[in-house]
Structures are given as structure tokens and as C-alpha cells.
Nanobody, 114 residues
């Protein structure tokens, strides 16, 4: 099982980016899918989560700006990030519970310039 994250890049403050996380391999079911981020010198933090049933939850710092969604047929989670701020600069990681086990994808860098 692999989680492939994509979509990072450089954007100006106030701009938007979308991240994608796809589960591949021998996958029967994907339950909760999460996005974490880790800024330089800081601990990894949970940004957004979505249950297998599609219920989202967000960190206070991104509420109203980020939207997490999923496509169960494609075993994919998306994170739409709007009104980005320099403090959103971090490596973003996707994490998912696949067939009862947790998996991590490689990080994707998001840089927001002021």
C-alpha cells in the first residue's frame, strides 16, 4: 500500500493550492484520511481530517480557508487551500487508515510568499 501526495508548490499570500493524496496497491478499504503539516522548527500538526463517511474536521488555524474532501472510488483525499498565508508554509503529509493500518505518504512542500 502506498499513499501518493501531490500538488505542493509556491504561491503568493492570498492564493490557492490544491493537494491530492491517493492510496494505491492492494487496498480493500480506506477509512479516515488526514492531512498533517510540519513547518521548519515546529512539530507536525494535524490540519484536516475526513472520516470514511465523509465528515470533515479542521484545525482552528485553517477553518474557513481549507476544505478536505474525498473520492472513495478513487481512494483519494483532496485538500483545497484558499487564502493562503505565509504561516501555512510547511511540508504537508497525508495519512490514512487503510485496511485498519495507518500509512503515511511522502511530504509535499507548500511555500507561501508574503
Amino acid at each position: 500500500v502506498q499513499l501518493q501526495a501531490s500538488g505542493g508548490g509556491l504561491v503568493q499570500a492570498g492564493g490557492s493550492l490544491g493537494l491530492s493524496c491517493a492510496a494505491s496497491g492492494s487496498v480493500f478499504s480506506v477509512n479516515t484520511m488526514n492531512w498533517y503539516r510540519q513547518a521548519p522548527g515546529k512539530q507536525r500538526e494535524l490540519v484536516a481530517t475526513i472520516t470514511g463517511g465523509g465528515k470533515p474536521n479542521y484545525a482552528d488555524s485553517v477553518k474557513g480557508r481549507f476544505t478536505i474532501s474525498r473520492d472513495n472510488t478513487k481512494k483519494t483525499a483532496l485538500l483545497q487551500m484558499n487564502n493562503l498565508k505565509p504561516e501555512d508554509t510547511a511540508v504537508y503529509y497525508c495519512n490514512a487508515v487503510v485496511d485498519g493500518l495507518p500509512y503515511w505518504g511522502k511530504g509535499t512542500l507548500v511555500t507561501v510568499s508574503s
